[in-house]
């Protein structure tokens, strides 16, 4: 995939409560399949696949067509940015899943030991107790760690290594996820509370 197609693209349950974000291409996806309708975060009008289709005018400007726009083999599609599910209306109730995606966003992108910002093709996670010595991989036991800070450390402890936590690693929120430095974009913010949520700088 593009690196277009792997931008994040907030979604909205059908009472336009943040509850999530998806790749470009899956949000593509549940539009078409009619399970979401993009919202244009300026008009806060909605689409569904069809009337999207027909905003695809493409402006003159390529770098535009470069960045804002997925090809495909027939069509060039507007890449969405805020999409609202055609039937949820709830709120998810689950925990939200360890994954590594979750822990690089969690982390903000930064190493949690030297505080470098890591490139997400370039990250890896840390298992602050070892695998080797029975740490899980969890929330509580991965962050985020850069390859130097990783391989240093190697099989041991942070202490045993010398390095310090940045913060300890816990479960985030979804809430969390959704407003990390790494995903959120600026035409997000109409929909977004985040009042109640402390983002990092
Ligand atoms: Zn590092």
Redesign the pocket.
Known sequence: MTRVELERVLTLNRVWQPITTVVVKQALTLVFRGRARVVCPESYQMFDWANWLREKAVPGDAHVIEHDYIRTAHLQVRKPEVITLAKFAGYPNTGVPYSRRGVYERDNGQ?Q??G?FVHKRAMTIDHVQPVSRGGATSWANCVL??Q??NHGKGDRTPVEAGLTLAQTPVQPTRDQLILSGVNKQDSWKPFLNDKHVKVKA
């Open positions: 190493c030991y030297c470098i760690a850069c130097r800070c």
